[in-house]
T-cell receptor
Framework: ETGVTQSPTHLIKTRGQQVTLRCSSQ?????VSWYQQALGQGPQFIFQ???????GRGNFPPRFSGLQFPNYSSELNVNALELDDSALYLC????????????FGAGSRLTVL | RKEVEQDPGPFNVPEGATVAFNCTYS??????FFWYRQDCRKEPKLLMS???SGNEDGRFTAQLNRASQYISLLIRDSKLSDSATYLC??????????????FGAGTRLTVKP
């Protein structure tokens, strides 16, 4: 519906493990942003990619990293998982007709035990 | 102080009621403003942009007061389907920069029959 697809939808990991979350979008969305939404909070900006390069980063440690590929898909990688990393991870793209409006995917819900 | 602060809620109102949500932001250089709606366990979706002159979309009216750094959302004639969390969003970047949007924690609305 939104043109933004995220996978997996749900996953459970244990502390110290690594996780890769994926996002794909229709062509024309040349920026992709990742947000973390903890329970009861608003989304917090992790980073943005533009033309396959990081284009801004929020207050997240280096163990949060990402990639954007030529086909506009993107990955979020989190190393050394901590319990506080449990959250909904949202991928968002800029709409071609309104660059500063975000369209979100349905998210990947990560639980760290 | 958080960059974007909203009424904590929750708001529980009967169908047909008028309800208003408030939001304040701390960065006076912020350029654009939005209200997003988030249904339970779903992704945020754009409800409306907020313009300095105020804008209306059906039963929804948004206002911006730059001098007071205050944003509001008014919902008239509430429907059961309006039940959701409403997120106030501030973009500190320029008109074509959707990097690092700042979200409030959201205000939960429940409309009851």
């Amino acid at each position: 519906e939104t043109g933004v697809t995220q996978s997996p939808t749900h996953l459970i990991k244990t502390r110290g493990q690594q996780v890769t979350l994926r996002c794909s979008s229709q062509s024309g969305h040349n920026t992709v942003s990742w947000y973390q939404q903890a329970l009861g909070q608003g989304p917090q900006f992790i980073f943005q990619y533009y033309r396959e390069e990081e284009n801004g980063r929020g207050n997240f440690p280096p163990r949060f990293s990402g990639l954007q590929f030529p086909n506009y898909s993107s990955e979020l990688n989190v190393n050394a998982l901590e319990l506080d990393d449990s959250a909904l991870y949202l991928c968002a793209v800029g709409r071609p007709s309104g660059a500063n409006v975000l369209t979100f995917g349905a998210g990947s819900r990560l639980t760290v035990l | 102080r958080k960059e974007v602060e909203q009424d904590p809620g929750p708001f529980n109102v009967p169908e047909g009621a008028t309800v208003a949500f408030n939001c304040t932001y701390s960065n006076s250089a912020s350029q654009s403003f939005f209200w997003y709606r988030q249904d339970c366990r779903k992704e945020p979706k754009l409800l409306m942009s907020v313009y300095s002159s105020g804008n209306e979309d059906g039963r929804f009216t948004a206002q911006l007061n730059r001098a007071s750094q205050y944003i509001s959302l008014l919902i008239r004639d509430s429907k059961l389907s309006d039940s959701a969390t409403y997120l106030c969003v501030v973009n500190p970047g320029g008109a074509y920069n959707n990097n690092d949007m700042r979200f409030g924690a959201g205000t939960r609305l429940t409309v009851k029959p």
